[in-house]
């Protein structure tokens, strides 16, 4: 069955710990984005990718870095420098590079959490 | 820049009974998702409404867009055990792309047997 498969599903971070979180897709699909959920708040755009070796940052890129080597794969990089990381991160992708009509399909998310 | 507020924060319902959510965005909605989350999981993409007085259904679940008064609501009719979860509403003023989405904070419902 086609989807998104984001691991792990849980992830510490230590202190001055650069992390990374899986995102891969087999929909085919153009675009890819990586999404923040903290509580009590609405989704906050990290980084978003529309083709292979491209990728544009978000609302909140700052701390984060991303890759789109394969059409398949969009990993997000927690580095040291996100001074409060805990949350439920997302990844999404659409089938073409980003119109409105595209529906978002997530991933189950990934649950990181600062020790 | 454009807010998204959804009411209720959350809310329980009895089973079988009908309930309504609602956003209501701070600038002109021209187009609308709703989105379900089961907690800890992802988003599970409901309906899409792209203009006023849009109105479309899914099983059991209703929704509309109110241009004029820049809102939407979701509405479910009698209620069950899987409508249990998050609810999610995303829009973009311009309805331009999906990657300039805002979303609400969600609406949660509570489904009492």
């Known amino acids: 069955d086609g989807g998104i498969t984001q691991s792990p599903k849980y992830l510490f971070r230590k202190e001055g710990q650069n992390v990374t979180l899986s995102c891969e897709q087999n929909?085919?699909?153009?675009?890819m984005y990586w999404y923040r959920q903290d509580p009590g708040q609405g989704l906050r755009l990290i980084y978003y990718s529309q083709i292979v070796n491209d990728f544009q940052k978000g609302d909140i890129a700052e701390g984060y870095s991303v890759s789109r080597e394969k059409k398949e794969s969009f990993p997000l990089t927690v580095t040291s420098a996100q001074k409060n990381p805990t949350a439920f991160y997302l990844c999404a992708s659409s089938m073409g590079t980003g119109g409105f009509d595209e529906k978002l399909f997530f991933g189950s998310g990934t649950q990181l959490s600062v020790l | 820049s454009q807010e998204l507020e959804q009411s209720p924060q959350s809310l329980i319902v009895q089973e079988g009974k009908n309930l309504t959510i609602n956003c209501t965005s701070s600038k002109t909605l021209y187009g609308l998702y709703w989105y379900k989350q089961k907690y800890g999981e992802g988003l599970i993409f409901l309906m899409m409404?792209?203009?006023g007085g849009e109105e479309k259904s899914h099983e059991k679940i209703t929704a509309k867009l109110d241009e004029k008064k820049q809102q939407s609501s979701l509405h479910i009719t009698a209620s069950q055990p899987s409508h249990a979860g998050i609810y999610l509403c995303g829009a973009d003023s311009k309805r331009t792309s999906n990657y300039q989405l805002i979303w609400g904070a969600g609406t949660k419902l509570i489904i009492k047997p």
């Open positions: 929909l085919n699909h153009d675009a």
């Open positions: 409404l792209q203009k």
